[in-house]
Protein backbone atom coordinates (compact mmCIF):
# COMPACT_ATOMS: atom_id res chain seq x y z
CA UNK A 1 0.00 0.00 0.00
CA UNK A 2 1.49 3.35 -0.96
CA UNK A 3 1.18 6.00 1.86
CA UNK A 4 0.93 9.95 0.74
CA UNK A 5 1.78 12.78 2.69
CA UNK A 6 -0.03 12.68 6.09
CA UNK A 7 -1.35 15.93 7.53
CA UNK A 8 -0.54 16.10 11.04
CA UNK A 9 -1.24 17.92 14.53
CA UNK A 10 1.19 18.21 16.87
CA UNK A 11 1.58 18.78 20.57
CA UNK A 12 -2.22 18.38 20.90
CA UNK A 13 -2.37 17.79 24.72
CA UNK A 14 -0.22 19.87 26.79
CA UNK A 15 2.39 16.67 28.01
CA UNK A 16 4.06 17.48 31.40
CA UNK A 17 6.16 14.21 31.96
CA UNK A 18 8.31 11.25 30.81
CA UNK A 19 5.15 9.41 31.92
CA UNK A 20 2.93 11.23 30.30
CA UNK A 21 4.36 11.13 26.85
CA UNK A 22 4.75 7.02 27.40
CA UNK A 23 1.39 6.61 27.93
CA UNK A 24 -0.47 9.09 25.39
CA UNK A 25 -1.33 7.46 22.03
CA UNK A 26 -1.79 9.71 19.00
CA UNK A 27 -5.08 9.80 17.42
CA UNK A 28 -5.81 9.77 13.83
CA UNK A 29 -8.87 11.01 12.07
CA UNK A 30 -8.84 10.60 8.41
CA UNK A 31 -5.43 11.68 7.15
CA UNK A 32 -4.61 13.81 9.88
CA UNK A 33 -2.59 12.12 12.89
CA UNK A 34 -1.68 13.68 16.48
CA UNK A 35 2.15 13.94 16.68
CA UNK A 36 4.26 15.05 19.73
CA UNK A 37 8.06 15.94 19.50
CA UNK A 38 8.85 16.80 23.09
CA UNK A 39 12.53 17.72 25.03
CA UNK A 40 13.11 17.35 28.43
CA UNK A 41 15.29 19.42 30.09
CA UNK A 42 17.23 18.51 33.35
CA UNK A 43 16.36 15.71 35.25
CA UNK A 44 14.28 15.15 39.08
CA UNK A 45 14.70 12.46 41.08
CA UNK A 46 12.35 9.92 39.17
CA UNK A 47 14.42 10.53 35.90
CA UNK A 48 15.44 6.41 36.25
CA UNK A 49 12.28 5.25 37.67
CA UNK A 50 10.30 7.20 34.46
CA UNK A 51 13.10 5.73 31.88
CA UNK A 52 12.91 2.15 33.11
CA UNK A 53 8.78 2.28 33.05
CA UNK A 54 8.28 3.90 29.64
CA UNK A 55 11.03 1.21 28.06
CA UNK A 56 9.27 -1.68 29.96
CA UNK A 57 6.11 -0.70 28.85
CA UNK A 58 6.76 0.25 25.57
CA UNK A 59 8.48 -3.00 24.69
CA UNK A 60 4.99 -5.13 26.32
CA UNK A 61 3.76 -3.21 23.93
CA UNK A 62 5.03 -3.98 21.00
CA UNK A 63 5.06 -7.78 22.21
CA UNK A 64 1.34 -7.78 21.82
CA UNK A 65 2.19 -5.99 18.51
CA UNK A 66 0.54 -2.59 19.37
CA UNK A 67 3.18 -0.20 18.33
CA UNK A 68 6.99 0.46 17.76
CA UNK A 69 9.41 1.49 20.30
CA UNK A 70 13.20 2.44 19.82
CA UNK A 71 15.41 4.87 22.90
CA UNK A 72 18.98 5.63 21.39
CA UNK A 73 21.49 7.09 23.51
CA UNK A 74 24.02 8.17 20.47
CA UNK A 75 24.05 8.24 16.49
CA UNK A 76 25.69 6.27 13.89
CA UNK A 77 28.93 8.24 12.95
CA UNK A 78 30.60 6.04 10.66
CA UNK A 79 29.69 5.69 7.05
CA UNK A 80 31.39 3.86 5.15
CA UNK A 81 32.63 5.66 1.46
CA UNK A 82 30.64 2.59 -0.51
CA UNK A 83 27.78 2.95 1.35
CA UNK A 84 27.91 6.88 1.40
CA UNK A 85 28.15 6.73 -2.60
CA UNK A 86 24.77 4.49 -2.39
CA UNK A 87 22.83 6.84 -1.06
CA UNK A 88 24.26 9.94 -3.04
CA UNK A 89 22.22 7.14 -5.42
CA UNK A 90 18.96 7.49 -3.84
CA UNK A 91 19.49 11.07 -3.44
CA UNK A 92 19.97 11.66 -7.15
CA UNK A 93 16.62 9.73 -7.52
CA UNK A 94 14.90 11.82 -5.40
CA UNK A 95 15.47 14.55 -7.42
CA UNK A 96 14.98 12.26 -10.77
CA UNK A 97 11.54 12.42 -9.48
CA UNK A 98 11.04 15.97 -8.57
CA UNK A 99 11.68 15.17 -4.96
CA UNK A 100 8.20 13.69 -5.02
CA UNK A 101 9.46 9.65 -3.73
CA UNK A 102 12.58 9.03 -1.60
CA UNK A 103 14.10 5.69 -1.37
CA UNK A 104 16.76 4.04 1.30
CA UNK A 105 19.23 1.39 0.66
CA UNK A 106 16.94 -0.74 2.98
CA UNK A 107 13.86 0.12 1.81
CA UNK A 108 13.85 -0.22 -2.05
CA UNK A 109 11.52 1.41 -4.18
CA UNK A 110 8.56 -0.84 -3.82
CA UNK A 111 8.31 -0.21 0.26
CA UNK A 112 5.57 1.71 -0.05
CA UNK A 113 6.64 4.83 1.78
CA UNK A 114 8.35 6.15 -1.38
CA UNK A 115 5.92 9.54 -1.06
CA UNK A 116 5.75 9.80 2.30
CA UNK A 117 9.43 9.65 2.29
CA UNK A 118 9.47 12.46 -0.45
CA UNK A 119 7.46 14.90 0.94
CA UNK A 120 8.64 14.44 4.29
CA UNK A 121 12.28 14.59 3.29
CA UNK A 122 11.38 18.19 1.71
CA UNK A 123 9.44 19.40 4.69
CA UNK A 124 13.10 18.69 6.66
CA UNK A 125 15.58 20.44 3.94
CA UNK A 126 13.27 23.49 3.83
CA UNK A 127 13.80 23.66 7.93
CA UNK A 128 17.28 22.88 7.97
CA UNK A 129 17.49 25.83 5.21
CA UNK A 130 15.89 28.01 7.87
CA UNK A 131 18.52 27.56 9.95
CA UNK A 132 21.13 27.38 7.29
CA UNK A 133 19.92 30.27 4.80
CA UNK A 134 23.79 29.82 3.23
CA UNK A 135 22.63 26.12 2.47
CA UNK A 136 24.19 24.90 -1.22
CA UNK A 137 23.19 21.66 -3.45
CA UNK A 138 26.60 20.39 -1.89
CA UNK A 139 25.64 20.98 1.59
CA UNK A 140 22.10 19.82 0.96
CA UNK A 141 23.10 16.18 -0.94
CA UNK A 142 24.94 15.57 2.51
CA UNK A 143 22.59 16.36 4.67
CA UNK A 144 20.10 14.26 3.11
CA UNK A 145 22.49 11.43 2.78
CA UNK A 146 22.94 11.37 6.21
CA UNK A 147 18.77 11.55 7.15
CA UNK A 148 18.92 8.59 4.77
CA UNK A 149 21.76 6.35 6.51
CA UNK A 150 20.28 7.06 10.02
CA UNK A 151 16.64 6.13 8.67
CA UNK A 152 17.67 2.96 7.68
CA UNK A 153 20.25 2.20 11.21
CA UNK A 154 17.38 3.92 13.59
CA UNK A 155 14.15 3.89 12.40
CA UNK A 156 13.94 0.78 9.60
CA UNK A 157 11.22 -0.62 12.20
CA UNK A 158 8.66 1.60 11.69
CA UNK A 159 8.72 2.21 7.91
CA UNK A 160 9.02 -1.54 7.23
CA UNK A 161 5.41 -2.60 7.99
CA UNK A 162 4.37 1.06 8.32
CA UNK A 163 1.15 1.77 9.69
CA UNK A 164 0.47 5.49 10.83
CA UNK A 165 -2.22 4.05 13.19
CA UNK A 166 0.20 2.47 15.16
CA UNK A 167 1.97 3.83 18.29
CA UNK A 168 5.26 4.67 17.28
CA UNK A 169 7.37 6.09 19.78
CA UNK A 170 11.25 7.32 19.40
CA UNK A 171 13.73 8.34 22.60
CA UNK A 172 16.62 9.90 21.87
CA UNK A 173 19.10 11.65 24.49
CA UNK A 174 21.42 14.48 24.66
CA UNK A 175 20.18 15.84 21.15
CA UNK A 176 21.84 19.01 20.41
CA UNK A 177 23.64 18.83 16.79
CA UNK A 178 21.57 20.38 14.33
CA UNK A 179 21.33 17.53 11.59
CA UNK A 180 20.24 14.89 14.39
CA UNK A 181 17.97 17.59 15.94
CA UNK A 182 16.29 17.93 12.56
CA UNK A 183 16.19 13.99 11.96
CA UNK A 184 13.93 14.03 14.84
CA UNK A 185 11.97 16.02 13.23
CA UNK A 186 12.08 14.00 9.91
CA UNK A 187 10.88 11.34 12.16
CA UNK A 188 7.75 13.28 13.16
CA UNK A 189 7.03 14.11 9.94
CA UNK A 190 6.43 10.40 8.97
CA UNK A 191 4.00 10.55 11.97
CA UNK A 192 6.18 9.24 14.62
CA UNK A 193 6.28 10.23 19.05
CA UNK A 194 9.39 11.90 19.76
CA UNK A 195 11.35 12.62 23.32
CA UNK A 196 14.33 13.90 23.41
CA UNK A 197 16.17 13.61 26.97
CA UNK A 198 18.06 16.58 27.41
CA UNK A 199 19.96 16.21 30.55
CA UNK A 200 22.86 17.81 30.67
CA UNK A 201 22.48 20.59 27.41
CA UNK A 202 19.42 21.63 25.26
CA UNK A 203 19.50 22.66 21.30
CA UNK A 204 20.85 25.97 20.75
CA UNK A 205 18.17 29.23 20.14
CA UNK A 206 17.87 29.02 16.39
CA UNK A 207 16.75 25.87 16.64
CA UNK A 208 14.48 26.84 19.07
CA UNK A 209 13.25 29.78 17.60
CA UNK A 210 11.69 27.52 15.37
CA UNK A 211 9.17 26.34 17.34
CA UNK A 212 8.99 22.14 16.26
CA UNK A 213 9.35 21.29 19.57
CA UNK A 214 7.95 22.08 23.01
CA UNK A 215 10.03 21.69 26.18
CA UNK A 216 9.55 20.14 29.29
CA UNK A 217 11.59 21.20 32.13
CA UNK A 218 12.12 18.73 34.78
CA UNK A 219 15.03 19.82 36.78
CA UNK A 220 18.85 21.00 37.17
CA UNK A 221 21.19 20.27 34.05
CA UNK A 222 23.36 17.20 34.93
CA UNK A 223 24.78 14.11 33.74
CA UNK A 224 22.54 11.31 33.62
CA UNK A 225 23.99 7.84 32.61
CA UNK A 226 21.30 5.53 30.72
CA UNK A 227 21.88 1.87 29.77
CA UNK A 228 21.73 1.76 26.23
CA UNK A 229 17.98 -0.30 25.61
CA UNK A 230 17.83 -3.35 24.50
CA UNK A 231 14.45 -4.78 24.26
CA UNK A 232 15.60 -8.34 24.36
CA UNK A 233 16.11 -8.15 28.27
CA UNK A 234 12.28 -7.45 28.28
CA UNK A 235 11.19 -9.80 25.51
CA UNK A 236 13.13 -12.61 27.86
CA UNK A 237 10.88 -11.79 30.92
CA UNK A 238 14.31 -11.94 32.78
CA UNK A 239 13.79 -8.71 34.61
CA UNK A 240 10.91 -10.48 36.05
CA UNK A 241 11.19 -14.03 36.51
CA UNK A 242 14.19 -14.21 37.41
CA UNK A 243 15.17 -11.08 39.40
CA UNK A 244 15.22 -13.45 42.60
CA UNK A 245 18.30 -15.03 41.17
CA UNK A 246 20.60 -12.14 40.32
CA UNK A 247 22.82 -10.28 42.41
CA UNK A 248 21.93 -7.05 41.99
CA UNK A 249 18.19 -7.37 40.87
CA UNK A 250 16.44 -5.38 39.18
CA UNK A 251 12.35 -5.50 39.13
CA UNK A 252 11.08 -3.85 36.20
CA UNK A 253 6.93 -2.42 36.35
CA UNK A 254 4.31 -4.30 34.68
CA UNK A 255 1.86 -1.44 35.58
CA UNK A 256 2.96 1.83 37.47
CA UNK A 257 6.54 1.79 39.35
CA UNK A 258 7.40 3.02 42.54
CA UNK A 259 11.49 3.09 42.72
CA UNK A 260 14.36 3.05 46.08
CA UNK A 261 17.92 2.72 45.10
CA UNK A 262 19.75 -0.45 46.64
CA UNK A 263 22.86 -0.49 48.41
CA UNK A 264 25.59 -1.28 46.28
CA UNK A 265 24.04 -1.22 42.88
CA UNK A 266 23.38 0.84 40.34
CA UNK A 267 20.15 0.40 39.16
CA UNK A 268 16.61 1.45 40.91
CA UNK A 269 14.64 -1.28 42.05
CA UNK A 270 11.24 -0.93 40.84
CA UNK A 271 8.36 -2.42 42.53
CA UNK A 272 5.22 -3.77 41.86
CA UNK A 273 2.11 -2.11 43.18
CA UNK A 274 -0.45 -4.79 43.65
CA UNK A 275 -3.97 -4.84 42.87
CA UNK A 276 -6.93 -4.18 45.30
CA UNK A 277 -9.40 -6.08 46.37
CA UNK A 278 -13.20 -4.56 45.41
CA UNK A 279 -13.46 -4.19 49.33
CA UNK A 280 -10.36 -1.81 49.47
CA UNK A 281 -10.90 -0.04 46.27
CA UNK A 282 -14.97 0.78 47.45
CA UNK A 283 -12.62 2.78 50.62
CA UNK A 284 -11.87 4.78 47.91
CA UNK A 285 -15.56 6.03 47.36
CA UNK A 286 -13.86 8.71 50.43
CA UNK A 287 -12.29 10.58 47.88
CA UNK A 288 -15.19 10.80 45.69
CA UNK A 289 -18.14 13.05 46.34
CA UNK A 290 -21.48 14.19 45.43
CA UNK A 291 -22.55 17.34 43.69
CA UNK A 292 -25.63 19.03 43.55
CA UNK A 293 -26.13 22.68 41.24
CA UNK A 294 -27.98 25.03 42.63
CA UNK A 295 -29.78 28.31 40.24
CA UNK A 296 -29.47 31.37 41.50
CA UNK A 297 -32.64 31.04 43.38
CA UNK A 298 -30.81 28.34 45.45
CA UNK A 299 -32.59 25.75 43.72
CA UNK A 300 -31.30 22.63 42.87
CA UNK A 301 -31.42 21.76 38.93
CA UNK A 302 -29.05 19.27 38.60
CA UNK A 303 -26.03 16.89 40.34
CA UNK A 304 -23.39 14.86 39.89
CA UNK A 305 -20.22 13.67 41.22
CA UNK A 306 -16.74 14.27 41.52
CA UNK A 307 -13.54 13.68 42.68
CA UNK A 308 -10.83 14.99 45.18
CA UNK A 309 -7.55 15.88 42.90
CA UNK A 310 -5.97 18.06 44.59
CA UNK A 311 -5.10 18.43 48.59
CA UNK A 312 -6.29 22.47 48.76
CA UNK A 313 -10.23 21.97 47.92
CA UNK A 314 -9.66 21.08 43.94
CA UNK A 315 -12.47 18.70 43.23
CA UNK A 316 -12.74 17.75 39.00
CA UNK A 317 -16.24 16.87 37.29
CA UNK A 318 -17.57 17.17 34.41
CA UNK A 319 -17.94 20.37 32.69
CA UNK A 320 -21.96 19.75 31.75
CA UNK A 321 -22.06 18.66 35.44
CA UNK A 322 -21.29 22.53 36.39
CA UNK A 323 -22.23 24.07 33.40
CA UNK A 324 -25.33 26.61 34.42
CA UNK A 325 -24.96 26.33 37.99
CA UNK A 326 -24.78 29.51 40.18
CA UNK A 327 -23.51 27.76 43.23
CA UNK A 328 -22.73 24.16 44.34
CA UNK A 329 -23.07 21.99 47.29
CA UNK A 330 -20.63 19.42 47.61
CA UNK A 331 -21.18 16.49 49.96
CA UNK A 332 -17.96 13.91 51.45
CA UNK A 333 -18.46 10.76 52.94
CA UNK A 334 -17.99 10.13 56.48
CA UNK A 335 -18.84 14.09 56.97
CA UNK A 336 -21.75 15.74 57.56
CA UNK A 337 -20.71 18.62 56.76
CA UNK A 338 -22.44 20.45 52.81
CA UNK A 339 -19.36 22.20 51.83
CA UNK A 340 -21.20 25.67 49.81
CA UNK A 341 -18.87 26.78 46.61
CA UNK A 342 -19.39 29.00 43.55
CA UNK A 343 -15.91 28.77 42.58
CA UNK A 344 -15.11 27.17 39.22
CA UNK A 345 -11.02 27.16 38.98
CA UNK A 346 -11.05 25.73 35.04
CA UNK A 347 -13.40 24.10 32.65
CA UNK A 348 -12.94 22.95 28.84
CA UNK A 349 -16.31 22.32 27.01
CA UNK A 350 -14.46 19.98 24.58
CA UNK A 351 -12.54 17.63 26.87
CA UNK A 352 -16.33 17.95 29.30
CA UNK A 353 -13.87 18.44 32.24
CA UNK A 354 -14.19 20.98 35.32
CA UNK A 355 -12.62 21.94 38.17
CA UNK A 356 -14.27 23.08 41.53
CA UNK A 357 -12.83 23.95 44.84
CA UNK A 358 -14.29 23.71 48.21
CA UNK A 359 -12.53 25.09 51.15
CA UNK A 360 -11.46 22.21 52.99
CA UNK A 361 -8.31 19.86 53.02
CA UNK A 362 -9.14 16.48 50.92
CA UNK A 363 -7.53 13.51 50.53
CA UNK A 364 -7.22 13.05 46.36
CA UNK A 365 -6.52 9.52 44.42
CA UNK A 366 -3.72 9.38 42.29
CA UNK A 367 -4.59 9.93 38.53
CA UNK A 368 -2.57 6.94 36.17
CA UNK A 369 0.58 8.00 34.45
CA UNK A 370 0.78 5.88 31.96
CA UNK A 371 3.07 2.81 32.21
CA UNK A 372 1.41 0.16 30.18
CA UNK A 373 -1.48 0.98 27.62
CA UNK A 374 -4.64 0.22 29.16
CA UNK A 375 -6.56 -2.52 27.35
CA UNK A 376 -9.80 -4.23 26.40
CA UNK A 377 -11.14 -6.85 28.60
CA UNK A 378 -9.16 -5.33 32.21
CA UNK A 379 -11.16 -5.13 34.98
CA UNK A 380 -12.32 -1.23 36.09
CA UNK A 381 -14.58 0.06 38.82
CA UNK A 382 -16.61 2.86 38.58
CA UNK A 383 -17.49 5.19 42.09
CA UNK A 384 -20.18 7.67 41.43
CA UNK A 385 -23.63 9.00 43.20
CA UNK A 386 -26.43 7.35 40.32
CA UNK A 387 -29.78 9.05 40.68
CA UNK A 388 -28.14 10.56 43.93
CA UNK A 389 -27.59 7.33 45.87
CA UNK A 390 -24.60 8.12 47.19
CA UNK A 391 -21.04 7.15 46.37
CA UNK A 392 -22.15 3.56 45.04
CA UNK A 393 -19.76 1.29 43.53
CA UNK A 394 -20.13 -0.96 40.40
CA UNK A 395 -17.56 -3.19 38.38
CA UNK A 396 -17.11 -4.06 34.76
CA UNK A 397 -14.33 -3.79 31.72
CA UNK A 398 -12.82 -2.08 29.81
CA UNK A 399 -14.83 -2.88 26.07
CA UNK A 400 -13.73 -0.57 23.94
CA UNK A 401 -11.77 2.93 22.61
CA UNK A 402 -14.03 5.31 21.33
CA UNK A 403 -12.98 8.59 19.69
CA UNK A 404 -16.14 11.23 19.92
CA UNK A 405 -15.59 14.27 18.95
CA UNK A 406 -11.85 14.50 18.34
CA UNK A 407 -11.51 12.92 21.81
CA UNK A 408 -10.56 9.84 22.67
CA UNK A 409 -13.17 8.05 25.10
CA UNK A 410 -13.00 4.86 27.17
CA UNK A 411 -15.80 2.59 26.98
CA UNK A 412 -16.58 0.74 29.71
CA UNK A 413 -19.24 -1.88 31.15
CA UNK A 414 -19.20 -1.11 34.93
CA UNK A 415 -22.83 0.33 35.37
CA UNK A 416 -23.58 3.93 36.00
CA UNK A 417 -26.53 6.39 35.67
CA UNK A 418 -27.61 9.85 35.23
CA UNK A 419 -25.87 11.64 38.57
CA UNK A 420 -22.55 9.43 38.32
CA UNK A 421 -20.94 12.19 35.91
CA UNK A 422 -18.22 13.76 37.17
CA UNK A 423 -17.06 10.15 39.24
CA UNK A 424 -14.48 7.82 38.82
CA UNK A 425 -13.18 5.03 36.59
CA UNK A 426 -10.54 3.33 38.95
CA UNK A 427 -8.27 0.81 37.43
CA UNK A 428 -7.38 -2.64 40.40
CA UNK A 429 -4.74 -0.70 41.57
CA UNK A 430 -7.12 2.57 42.92
CA UNK A 431 -5.95 4.90 40.20
CA UNK A 432 -8.31 7.20 37.92
CA UNK A 433 -8.15 6.05 34.85
CA UNK A 434 -11.10 8.67 33.32
CA UNK A 435 -13.99 10.54 34.65
CA UNK A 436 -17.47 8.65 34.27
CA UNK A 437 -18.98 11.22 31.65
CA UNK A 438 -21.66 9.73 29.56
CA UNK A 439 -23.71 6.82 29.17
CA UNK A 440 -25.89 5.35 26.05
CA UNK A 441 -29.88 4.62 27.53
CA UNK A 442 -30.56 2.86 24.50
CA UNK A 443 -27.75 0.04 24.95
CA UNK A 444 -26.61 -1.73 28.17
CA UNK A 445 -24.14 -0.97 29.96
CA UNK A 446 -22.11 1.13 27.08
CA UNK A 447 -20.61 3.59 29.21
CA UNK A 448 -17.62 6.27 28.34
CA UNK A 449 -15.31 8.13 30.24
CA UNK A 450 -12.72 10.87 29.28
CA UNK A 451 -9.22 9.34 29.71
CA UNK A 452 -6.79 9.75 31.88
CA UNK A 453 -4.28 11.31 29.19
CA UNK A 454 -6.36 14.16 29.00
CA UNK A 455 -7.40 14.36 32.71
CA UNK A 456 -3.55 14.53 33.73
CA UNK A 457 -3.41 17.29 31.40
CA UNK A 458 -6.66 19.25 32.45
CA UNK A 459 -5.09 18.83 35.88
CA UNK A 460 -1.87 19.87 35.84
CA UNK A 461 -1.00 22.63 38.61
CA UNK A 462 -4.15 21.63 40.98
CA UNK A 463 -2.21 17.84 42.62
Known amino acids: MEYNYIEKRYNVMGLASIEAFAGIKGGMNGNCKDVYFLRVTGADRNFLRDVACMDEAQTDRMLRGQGI ?18 YMGCYQSWLDTGRERLFTIRLGRDSGVGELLGASCKKVVEAYRSCNPNMNGSIEKNFVVKLLYWLDELAYGYLKEWNPRQSMKFV ?119 IAVHDGRGDIIGSGSGIMIGRAGYILTNNHVARGGSFYSVRIENDDHVYRTDEIIKYNPVLDLAVIRIDRALQPLPVYQGGRPLARGQRVVAIGSPLGLFNSVSDGIISGFRRMDDVDMIQFTAPISHGSSGGAVLDLYGRVIGVSTAGIDEGQNINLAVGYEFINSFIKGFQ
Open 69 to 86: YNRVGAFPRNLETDMAAR
Open 172 to 290: AQGVTKEQEYFFCYFLTLLGIDVLLLQNEADIDDRMEALHLSEKIALGEKKAVALDAYDSRKYASGDSIKDSSKRENPRVVPQESCQVRMEAGTRYPRVVIPRELGYEELALLASSVVM
